[in-house]
């Protein structure tokens, strides 16, 4: 079988969709599906004429019939291209969060993109969701009428984190964009600056560098500079040490699709410190970690007082962590679903073609 996979941008990029993305094509691929991958060029999800021509020509040149997988980040804003091969492709959307529930937007561009994505979705032979809470999220959207399939993300086994420093070291793993929160965080943390810390904040930088350089500013106006560390995005082997030196995993998401980083924590057995935004509620675990309200930094204060101060509830909820993690299903267990979502979508669409 022939997969053409196509995302936005270089396929390469080091967030929890696009990794996601990436260990599913390595899964079809070890299960004999010749997957070929695209990165479009352009900006999205507000599609350019770059991103438009992109999209266009990929699928122009691909022969009726063929089977396609197209991420929504690069489908959500050209509904009319999408429609345009519909008839004579078999296109499956795979959708992490809609892209309408991104944090920031404004109402106007909040429902331009609501409608574009919901029209191109409904093209689709099938949809492939990241996790139930986006099942959903399309269900209140009135997205429906086609195979729909969620496909939650594996997690590699990974060695134990030492978790038992004074003082405690935070982590957190994130994209320094609006939606992870890291405002919060650093508010919380200057609350808290009379305990002993300090934290590692791993992520890109670069995606909104405007917001990044108000965190920096954020972090020195609160003369945090030196337990605050904004290390930008990393080599897999400084991230893995990353890990193994952490002693509580903290995400201040506002709102996430799935939440990958969560069981990544918790893999290394560590516990962690999220929020209740968007599917996060779902993805942490009783008896693993503590989850507050998005953008509450009173709130997220508060949970990290008592962490650090209590080091026997912090142990308490390592050693959860620690218990869950020959539970946390790997990459086989999303590939075999993947493959079977697949599989049925495509033979739904033979039917009904």
Known sequence: ???????????????????????????????????????????????DD??????????????????VVIDGLALGGLPDVAAAHAGRLRLIALIHHPLADETGLDADRRRALLRSECV???HMAGIVTSSHFTARRLAD????GRPLAVVEPGVDAAPLAAADHAPPRLLCVATVTPRKGHNVLIAA??????????????????????????????????????RIRLHGECSDATLADAWLAADLFVLPSHYEGYGMVITEALAHGLPVLTTTGGA????LPP??????????APALAAALRHLIGD???????????????????????????FATALRNMLAVADQTA
């Not at 996060?280 to 993805?283: E, G, R």
């Open 1 to 47: 079988m022939t997969l053409h996979f196509i995302v936005a941008g270089d396929p390469a990029q080091h967030t929890g969709g696009y990794r996601y993305d990436a260990r599913i094509v390595a899964a079809l691929r070890a299960r004999g599906w010749a997957v070929e991958v695209t990165g479009l060029p352009g900006r999205f999800p507000d599609a």
């Open 50 to 67: 770059t991103a438009r021509r992109a999209l266009q020509r990929t699928l122009a040149a691909l022969p009726d019939g063929s089977a």
């Open 120 to 122: 191109a979705l409904s």
């Open 141 to 144: 959207h009135g997205v429906g």
């Open 189 to 226: 943390l200057e609350s808290i600056a009379d305990l002993d810390w300090t934290c590692d904040c791993i992520g890109s930088t670069t995606r909104t560098p405007e917001h990044a350089a108000q965190v920096a500013e954020q972090i020195s106006a609160a003369g945090l500079y030196a």
């Open 280 to 283: 996060l509620a779902d993805t």
């Open 287 to 296: 008896g693993t970690g503590v989850a507050v309200a998005p953008g509450d």
């Open 311 to 337: 080091t026997s509830t912090r142990h308490a909820l390592r050693a959860g962590a620690r218990a869950l993690r020959p539970e946390l299903p790997d990459w086989t267990v999303a590939g075999d679903a």
